[in-house]
């Protein structure tokens, strides 16, 4: 599976941004879909993901309430809306791509963890200036 990620840039506190990741190739084998970033010095977080079979969402604590995570299907893309930025929200989003197997089980046991997920997109820049 390919991934193509797009829409990152620069904003403002409170603005908000949507992310797309496209998926491509052997799309048929990927279970689930997640997004995860990266600040400069931090570990690579968890920050969503859903599932394409029942749509099944999970969220990271930092930005439950304000960042929404949806998939279109038919175009095999995966979006993650992010309102109200805030400057910690200023990373390398990734968004990646898991076939768990092609295990509930599996999906709902691994979706927060990067070993979960096989194939990664490029990643895009996120920058919230104060």
């Known amino acids: 599976v390919q991934l193509q990620a797009s829409g990152g840039g620069s904003v403002q506190v409170g603005d908000s941004l949507r992310l797309a990741c496209t998926a491509s190739?052997?799309?048929?084998?990927?279970?689930?879909m997640g997004w995860f970033r990266q600040a400069p010095g931090q570990e690579r977080e968890f920050v969503a993901t859903?599932?394409?079979?029942?749509?099944?969402?999970a969220y990271g604590e930092s930005v439950e309430g304000r960042f929404t995570i949806s998939r279109d299907n038919a175009k095999r893309t995966v979006y993650l809306q992010m309102n109200n930025l805030k400057p910690e929200d200023t990373a390398v989003y990734y968004c990646?791509?898991?076939?768990?197997?092609?295990?509930?089980?599996?999906?709902?046991?691994?979706?927060?963890?990067?070993?979960?997920?096989?194939?990664w997109g490029q990643g895009t820049q996120v920058t919230v200036s104060s």
């Open positions: 990646a791509s898991g076939s768990f197997g092609d295990s509930y089980y599996a999906y709902h046991q691994l979706r927060r963890f990067q070993r979960g997920y096989d194939s």
């Open positions: 190739g052997r799309t048929f084998s990927s279970y689930g």
């Open positions: 859903i599932s394409w079979s029942d749509g099944s969402i």
